[in-house]
């Protein structure tokens, strides 16, 4: 399995940065680490997140990361990261 970023998963990451470092650039930076680093466990247990069967029949699947959510999509052997946000915003 090779991990894909979609552009709009890597402005999410940018946002949420921008958003948290206002505040605290070590914590920013952090958070964006540890959701930069997270589809690297999808590599072996690709199935791990909840499947969200709204979008069949694509497989998209969601995994809690902390306090966000990650959305992703599984297409043969590509893992794409389609969207990043926090729990509590609204969406």
């Known amino acids: 399995m090779t991990i894909k970023w979609t552009s709009k998963a890597l402005s ?15 914590a920013a930076a952090r958070i964006v680490q540890l959701l930069s680093s997270a589809p690297d ?11 969200l069967e ?24 590509v893992i794409s990261v389609l969207r990043i946000w926090h729990t509590r915003e609204d969406r």
């Open 12 to 26: 999410d990451l940018v946002r949420l940065y921008e958003f948290l470092s206002v505040k605290d650039k070590l």
């Open 41 to 51: 466990r999808l590599m072996d247990q690709a199935r791990i997140g909840e499947k």
């Open 54 to 77: 709204e979008f069949d029949p694509r497989e998209v699947r969601r995994i809690v990361v902390g306090r966000y959510e990650m959305r992703y999509e599984i297409q043969e052997s």
